[in-house]
């Protein structure tokens, strides 16, 4: 069964360029985390969706910063502008919750590494 | 409010020795702990959780963990080392509610594993 797929591994791109990230979570995971992992901050907790509804984006840096689920099977994580202070590796992670809530195994994807130069 | 601190960044061990890797944490409730591994260039991957049932919880490759509440602690055993155990290993608390709250990450330890 594949696991959690992240798209793409590794995006390059330049200081006020627009970046999407792509998630496609487990089949038959109902909520999904986007997290970012820096030397600085260390993991951080972007945005989770519970059944597709975005349940809390406290952890979204600035407007910059915007996420969609429009189902399912697919979540997005865009940057617009994007700056070099968004340099980072960006998890996305599903489970399953039979309720909302954190205390289900999380089940990671690979990552993005994004430069921003 | 719930934290977690992990004491030491770095650990080193020789192979066949014991792993013991510190976690510590704050909570108001009951909590819900969690460590988590992360090998080179790969995502998180859970190893163990403690969920208020038994205090020494066994998780995947070896690893376990006690949960001391009068010590507020969750430190993460190995009886001995094996160098595939080289990674970063994360422990992690539910902050607020077990159904509302956020997962909240220690700074990490990164495990070195020495011949």
């Known amino acids: 069964d594949a696991g959690v797929i992240q798209s793409p591994r590794h995006e390059v791109t330049e200081m006020g360029q627009e970046v999407t990230l792509r998630c496609k979570p487990i089949s038959g995971h109902n909520s999904l985390f986007w997290y970012r992992q820096t030397m600085m901050r260390g993991l951080e907790l972007l945005i989770y969706?519970?059944?597709?509804?975005?349940?809390?984006d406290s952890g979204m840096p600035e407007d910059r910063f915007s996420a969609k689920m429009p189902n399912a099977s697919f979540s997005t994580l865009k940057i617009q502008p994007s700056e070099p202070r968004d340099s980072a590796v960006y998890f996305c992670?599903?489970?399953?919750?039979?309720?909302?809530?954190?205390?289900?195994?999380?089940?990671f994807g690979p990552g993005t590494r994004l430069t921003v130069t | 409010a719930q934290s977690v601190t992990q004491l030491g960044s770095h650990v080193s061990v020789s192979e066949g020795a014991l792993v013991l890797l510190r976690c510590n944490y704050s909570s108001s409730v009951p909590p819900y702990l969690f460590w988590y591994v992360q090998y080179p260039n790969q995502g998180l991957q859970l190893l163990l959780k403690y969920t208020s049932a038994a205090t020494l919880v066994k998780g995947i490759n070896g690893f376990e963990a006690e949960f001391k509440k009068s010590e507020t602690s969750f430190h993460l055993t190995k009886p001995s080392a094996h160098m595939s155990d080289a990674a970063e290993y994360f422990c992690a608390v539910v902050k607020g509610s077990s159904n509302t709250g956020k997962l909240i990450f220690g700074q990490g330890t990164t495990l070195q594993v020495k011949p």
């Open positions: 969706f519970n059944n597709n509804v975005p349940i809390d």
């Open positions: 992670a599903s489970s399953y919750s039979p309720g909302q809530g954190f205390k289900y195994e999380q089940y």
